[in-house]
């Protein structure tokens, strides 16, 4: 399956020769992994004399007179004042000063003095580091396409060549197939300004065909041009179509006017002068649009037809590849390298049509978007910013999320999520009052980790906990009348905070050191059976993250995190998993708990003298209960199968409340913590409810019921109506609100149609879901043909799923000029049995266990009104900050209609398994 080479080199990607002579031509890097990092720093240190070299041969100037004028070569709007450089170009222009100053500075072997040693150690770094991630600015792709290889292709009159060698067992044993989309990336990027070569073995050019097929067939075609990307040709003329606009427009950077009026022309409709005149953004007299035309007219870039009455003029196809190249949408002129870089990314204008990572119309889902972490071995961030952390309001990513969540609970949801491309990465969303962390499970110590970690993150402190929302002396978050320290140390029993660390800036050099310290540990202990060190790790992790939520409450946040567990099945099977999961809940949520100002873990559960001491004293109402300083939703494809087992190991471990506090003798508030499902009919009425308090939407009782039944149809599992997943609910009615303010169930189902085919209607074949979402968004009547082509699927597709959509709601057929169509009906014309289930909805919507006040699980009636926590002591329990509700503790009320059947009582598959892992340190074994 080898091909024979090119004559001469030439700028592409090509498959290397079997000839020896040809396989080691120019630069060859053998074990090209799929990590980029790996190997491409070493072949920018290859690159870098040649670079030198070709940099030599093209000036002899000083270096800065050089590096300047490359720079207004390749980037022309470099030195602008007006243009704000991105990153790509800043690494750019970096290296291209560096290279440049390499080259014509420390061309010769002179000994260097300790200054320039260091100098030429730094230049030489920025050279080999660009656009690996690890450069000046942590560029990627963008900044090695502008840097060498737009050097290269400026430059060498001549391709250099490239070899890279694959090792084949690493591409083979790949799992995650995105960091193998970069490497290919980066190698159609490096194909710009290089003629690059290929080695693979027969095996894995088989096995890159099947797994890339379209990078393959865009780059490695064995088809009829086998010796080379399919772009070449169609690369070059596009090249010089270009370059010839570019030399056409380039000089119109002081004449804005003309620029705005090559934008209001097109090649295919002609416009007349008058027409011209009175085009509100030219605001320009007829007289100039004649002189200006005639000007644009000698550069070629329109055409004037002058045998009418008047006078019309449209854009030529130079003039066309002018506006689109050499212009933004502004009109601003922009050089063609800047226009065409996420062109360059994955592949250039060309014939064949292909990419390394479609996406969707529309760009990805919030599904989508969150797992592609990007991999933190090449440099992607472990905590990374879900939304905008400068955005004035909550964004429909961040409400996504939060809506689900109740305070003071753990949420359960199932949701078909994937896992993360990296799963050790979080995510942090904040408001004005509340603060998100999104992060995936990884076993008890690694998920305390990446959690302290995301909550004491450099984001988390530069945008959250600052000096002026806690206050330089933490003046913020106290009664300015108590001792501040006092009440931070032996109040919220905030670790780690002695008087040397009484103001904002001391405590945080203390705290991110210990966040260090502890990261590093867990480094070392994650897969050590050093059962000890990890139970003093656990420990120290679990005081770390209820010291940190300690202030986040006080501050007035509402702080959720989302623990996401992609395989839900795999860990329900197994009995070890399943018990450290339901162990890791039992053990961590009780800790993030306060009364007031009075941390509730000391209050409940602590037995050791010198910590009892260390209390402040407070005064209780038995009847009070304690607050939790952090909401907790765990998401997972069937995670509400665990519901019973994290109830019970939940209720296990409350029982172990202090022996005082167990026999009577000491007061103190209780702590209850609900085990809430939010995919059943009271819980999705809620989700509404709340998006139409914070909207404003004034939906009536009937319709918020017809809402509930939509969502339930809509979004639940294939077997059932009676469940639903909320984050769907969530997302069709915040796309519903795009299109109205206040949206019918019709709205809200159209919007829903927009979600992918596996979120929507799965009680449906996926290609009866793209049928039926096709007529929710079509404005009129559509017929086979057109179904076809807005839906994407086959004809057979159509013929065999057409009369499962027919027996759905409102779909019904029209005659439309003697053509049958389909359309959906605006209102319901039959109720379907099929469509329409009963909901049968349990008694108990969730289950509240407690701590000491009863002894017994207390189990909640969905009838049961729920009320609200409050208290009596303010000098104890108040504080100056007062927690804001995100909902009321209870779900909304509203019950099925009374005809609906009782129901069956939830379940889990597996047998209730009690805690083995103890939680004081007079006890033995490893703590959590």
């Known amino acids: 399956m080898r091909t024979p080479q090119p004559a001469a080199p030439e700028r592409g990607v090509h498959l290397a020769s079997n000839k020896p002579a040809e396989s080691t031509d120019g630069l060859v890097c053998s074990g090209v992994t799929p990590r980029r990092t790996e190997w491409l720093p070493e072949l920018l240190s290859e690159l870098r004399p040649r670079t030198e070299a070709t940099i030599q041969n093209h000036s002899t100037t000083n270096s800065w007179r050089t590096s300047t004028g490359l720079c207004s070569r390749l980037h022309p709007e470099w030195n602008s004042l007006d243009d704000a450089w991105t990153d790509d170009v800043a690494e750019a222009v970096a290296y291209t000063h560096a290279i440049t100053t390499l080259a014509t500075t420390y061309d010769t072997t002179e000994e260097r003095s300790r200054y320039h040693q260091h100098r030429h150690a730094d230049l030489v770094d920025t050279v080999e580091s660009i656009g690996t991630g690890r450069g000046p600015v942590n560029a990627g792709l963008g900044a090695l396409a502008k840097g060498p290889v737009a050097l290269h292709r400026e430059l060498d009159s001549k391709p250099r060549v490239i070899t890279l060698l694959l090792d084949g067992a690493a591409w083979t044993s790949l799992n995650d197939r995105r960091t193998g989309v970069r490497a290919l990336a980066t190698i159609a990027v490096l194909a710009h300004g290089f003629c690059v070569r290929v080695g693979v073995s027969p095996a894995l050019q088989r096995h890159l065909t099947t797994r890339y097929p379209q990078w393959t067939e865009a780059h490695l075609d064995l088809t009829e041009r086998r010796d080379r990307s399919p772009t070449r040709d169609h690369r070059q003329q596009q090249s010089r179509r270009v370059d010839n606009a570019w030399a056409a427009i380039n000089d119109l950077d002081t004449e804005p006017t003309k620029r705005h009026l090559l934008g209001c022309l097109t090649d295919e409709d002609a416009r007349s002068y008058a027409d011209l005149a009175n085009e509100p953004t030219l605001d320009i007299a007829e007289g100039t649009v004649s002189r200006y035309v005639l000007d644009l007219e000698a550069r070629d870039l329109v055409t004037v037809d002058r045998r009418g009455q008047q006078n019309t003029v449209q854009l030529t196809a130079l003039g066309q590849t002018a506006v689109e190249a050499c212009l933004d949408d502004t009109q601003a002129l922009i050089h ?59 964004t429909n990513r961040h409400r996504r999320f939060t809506t689900v969540a109740a305070d003071d609970s753990i949420t359960l949801v199932d949701d078909p999520l994937d896992e993360f491309e990296d799963g050790r990465v979080a995510y942090l969303s904040h408001t004005n009052t509340e603060t ?113 939520t300690q202030l986040y409450q006080a501050a007035g946040l509402n702080l959720t995190t989302t623990l996401r567990v992609p395989d839900t099945a795999a860990l329900a099977r197994n009995h070890t998993t399943r018990e450290d999961f339901c162990e890791f809940l039992a053990k961590t949520v009780p800790k993030q708990s306060a009364y007031g100002i009075h941390s509730g873990y000391r209050l409940l559960f602590e037995d050791r003298p010198a910590k009892l001491c260390r209390r402040l004293s407070y005064d209780v109402d038995p009847t009070d209960r304690l607050d939790l300083t952090m909401s907790w939703v765990i998401a997972g494809p069937t995670i509400t199968e665990l519901h019973d087992e994290i109830t019970t190991t939940l209720q296990t471990e409350l029982a172990t409340v202090r022996e005082a506090i167990a026999e009577g003798t000491e007061d103190a508030p209780t702590l209850a913590i609900p085990v809430r499902d939010a995919t059943t009919y009271p819980a999705i009425r809620r989700v509404i409810d709340d998006v139409a308090m914070t909207h404003d939407i004034q939906w009536t009782p009937r319709e918020r019921q017809r809402l509930v039944r939509l969502c339930l149809r809509s979004f639940g599992p294939a077997d059932t109506t009676r469940r639903a997943c909320p984050y769907d609910v969530v997302e069709s009615l915040l796309r519903a609100l795009n299109e109205s303010h206040h949206p019918t169930p019709a709205d809200v189902e159209r919007a829903a149609a927009t979600l992918p085919p596996e979120r929507f209607r799965p009680d449906i074949a996926p290609s009866a879901t793209k049928l039926y979402a096709t007529l929710l968004r079509a404005d009129h009547p559509l017929g086979r043909s057109e179904i076809l082509e807005r839906a994407d699927i086959s004809a057979s597709s159509y013929d065999r799923r057409l009369r499962d959509v027919r027996a759905l709601d409102r779909v019904c057929a029209v005659q439309v000029d003697g053509h049958r169509r389909w359309t959906i009906q605006a209102t319901r014309a039959r109720q379907s049995a099929g469509t329409l289930e009963t909901h049968q909805q349990s008694t108990t919507s969730y289950q509240v266990v407690t701590s000491h006040a009863t002894g017994q699980m207390s189990t909640h009636s969905v009838c049961a009104e729920s009320k609200p926590v409050t208290t009596t002591h303010s000098m104890t329990r108040t504080s100056t900050h007062p927690c804001r509700r995100r909902h009321p503790l209870g779900d909304y009320l509203e019950e099925p209609p009374s005809n609906h059947p009782q129901p069956t009582s939830m379940y889990s598959d597996h047998p209730t398994v009690q805690a083995t892992l103890p939680l004081h340190s007079n006890q033995g074994g490893e703590r959590q």
């Open 336 to 394: 063609p390298d800047q226009r065409q870089l996420g062109e360059r990314l994955t592949g250039t204008p060309q014939e064949l049509t292909s990419t390394v990572s479609p996406r969707r119309a529309g760009g990805p889902t919030t599904e989508e978007w969150v797992t592609e972490t990007g991999e933190t071995a090449d440099d992607a961030e472990y905590v990374q910013w879900l939304t905008d952390p400068n955005a004035s309001s909550p």
């Open 436 to 548: 998100l962390v999104v992060l995936q499970w990884g076993g008890p110590l690694a998920t305390l980790g990446r959690l302290a970690s995301a909550l004491l993150s450099e984001k988390a402190l530069a945008k959250i906990l600052t000096p002026t929302r806690l206050g330089n002396k933490f003046e913020n978050i106290t009664d300015s009348a108590e001792d501040t320290p006092r009440i931070i140390q032996r109040g919220h029993q905030v670790g780690w905070f002695s008087d040397d660390e009484a103001t904002y800036h001391a405590w945080r050099d203390r705290i991110t050191t210990v966040r260090d310290q502890l990261l590093a540990r867990l480094a070392e202990l994650t897969h050590s059976d050093d059962t000890a060190a990890r139970s003093d790790l656990f420990a120290d992790f679990h005081g770390l993250i209820a010291s940190v």
